[in-house]
């Protein structure tokens, strides 16, 4: 069995309880989906999706966070309820949108595939920040509750008042109204190593990761997961079985990118897509099948795998997905895995026997 490194449901209804499990295993709302990755494609590259979580039970708001939410207090009036999109916040997110550097839904209610003839599957709260004096309406945010857990889901702000750090304070905000629910834990999403646009959730304060070796949650330390994150780990353990096999060649060489790995979010019929951003390739036992290995961070272990091409594939990918860059050679051809030949620990293990066979490395 493959381990899950992308996936999503669309489940009919959503108890609390079930939105706690979905959660504490590393998935997340998606519009009106839940889902998990744990891989992501930015600038032409894999990256590592580490999904955190902050323990509200031991949380304690640090001296600038309490600062930063007594400053605002005297300034702005807050307030929290079930959700609301209507044409106050739509005229918010657009002035926040058209600010914002980087793709957004175009409405909130597409953004949370939330519609008034459809409210979807959670229960969906929000905080509303307006002027005192005013009461202009300034900062939105919309979280999900479940029944000892919440997600932040959107926060929206007026791009004019940036300096009031009102994404930021409307996160801490949730935090505070969560703990007064006696919620037992706070999810903000996940973080990327390398990519420091979510870095932003790392200032909540001490934060738990999902790890996918233990499967388990555990303190967060951005060292262990520069080096030990699941793309990291890939590429440095198949740079290794590459310089094996191609000793007297450039590092890269036999290392490719497969950015389709996140194929099972378009077809989440399909059980089988391979869902690896690097591979290293062995031989074509066919023009429609190929052998390659790919190396899984959840069993810290190598695998052969049997892969067939998927003839007419329908999914469409940007140019940038699939453009050339120094790091290695991308794989563009969809790929399903029809059988594992062999899981083994170490490179020796993988080595040993590819020697044996003396497959045809000529991709």
Not at 10 to 16: G, Q
Not at 166 to 187: H, I, K, P, S, V
Request: aromatic share 14%; charged share 25%.
């Amino acid at each position: 069995m493959l381990f899950p490194y992308v996936d999503k449901n669309d489940p009919f209804v959503l108890s609390p309880e079930s939105l706690d499990s979905y959660l504490s295993q590393g998935w997340y709302r998606m519009g009106g989906h839940v889902f998990t990755t744990h891989f992501l494609f930015f600038q032409g590259k894999p990256f590592s999706a580490i999904w955190i979580r902050q323990r509200l039970t031991t949380h304690k708001f640090s001296k600038s966070q309490r600062k930063l939410m007594r400053k605002n207090a005297k300034l702005f009036d807050v307030a929290y309820g079930p959700r609301v999109i209507d044409t106050e916040r739509e005229e918010l997110y657009g002035r926040y949108a058209a600010d914002f550097d980087g793709r957004l839904s175009l409405t909130i209610s597409d953004s949370l595939e939330d519609y008034a003839h459809n409210t979807g599957i959670f229960n969906t709260w929000e905080t509303t920040v307006r002027e005192k004096v005013s009461g202009k309406l300034v900062g939105v945010s919309y979280f999900d509750l479940g029944d000892n857990s919440a997600a932040s889901i959107l926060g929206i702000y007026d791009p004019l008042l940036s300096s009031f750090s009102l994404g930021y304070y409307t996160m801490l905000l949730e935090m505070a109204f969560c703990q007064e629910r006696n919620l037992d834990f706070y999810y903000p999403g996940y973080v990327v190593p390398g990519y420091q646009r979510f870095d932003y959730k790392l200032r909540l304060g001490a934060s738990e990761y999902f790890d996918l070796r233990s499967k388990d949650w555990i303190a967060y330390e951005q060292e262990t997961i520069e080096t030990n994150g699941p793309v990291e780990a890939q590429r440095r353990k198949l740079r290794e079985l590459a310089q094996r096999i191609h000793p007297n060649e450039p590092i890269e060489t036999g290392l490719y990118i497969y950015p389709l790995f996140e194929a099972k979010l378009y077809d989440p019929n399909t059980d089988n897509y391979l869902a690896h951003p690097y591979f290293v390739p062995l031989g074509r036992d066919s023009e429609y099948t190929l052998v390659l290995v790919v190396y899984d961070p959840s069993e810290e272990a190598f695998m052969v795998l049997h892969c067939s091409l998927v003839p007419n594939a329908l999914l469409t990918f940007k140019d940038t997905h699939l453009s050339d860059t120094a790091e290695a050679s991308y794989f563009t051809d969809l790929l399903q895995v029809e059988k594992v030949l062999l899981r083994g620990k170490s490179v020796e293990a993988i080595i040993g026997v590819l020697e044996q066979a003396n497959p045809d490395t000529n991709f």
